[in-house]
């Protein structure tokens, strides 16, 4: 976590991204410098909870704009290639990596809208949807046997289904 007081530089355009940012306040303006991208100058305040920079996770990302402290302010600064490093010691975990960065990045390259840290390629959900019907099985699996070891379980959240439809969930 780090915190960033008036006027402090998050990141610079023309420098490779070596981190993603996780914005939890509302005190940070981004400008998308014009000798960086076909869409020209533009300034904006980034809302809290944006991740800026994260096609640093997926590509080699230069960013294209800066991010600048407007208050003091909290950002979790994620860096990319301890994420990675741990995602390697994990088969499941690094096949479902390596493909959401194909996607990714086939994405960011057929883009109609000019990339930038803020979005790359428009709509995330995009990502996962364009993924292997495989890996919507493993992430949906995954995610199903997660909720049955969870505190609430299953009962809770689905106690609209059918007896039925629950009874194949176990």
Known sequence: LAVYQTGDSVFHAGFLAKSLFAVLTDDVSYTQ??????????TCYVKCR?????????????????????ASCKILVVDVETVLE???????????TLEHATRYHSLLVSAVTWPNDLEAVGDPKKVFASMS?????????????????????????????????????E
């Open 33 to 42: 410098r014009a000798e960086f991208t076909q869409v020209g100058f533009r």
């Open 50 to 70: 944006s991740i800026m920079s994260q096609a640093a996770l997926w590509t080699r990302w230069t960013h294209v704009g800066e991010a600048e402290a407007t």
């Open 86 to 96: 741990v995602l390697r010691q994990h088969l499941a975990l690094w096949a479902f």
């Open 133 to 169: 019907e495989d890996l919507h099985q493993f992430v949906g699996l995954h995610a199903l046997g997660a909720l049955k070891r969870s505190v609430h379980g299953p009962k809770k959240l689905f106690s609209t289904w059918s007896r039925d439809t629950y009874s194949k969930l």
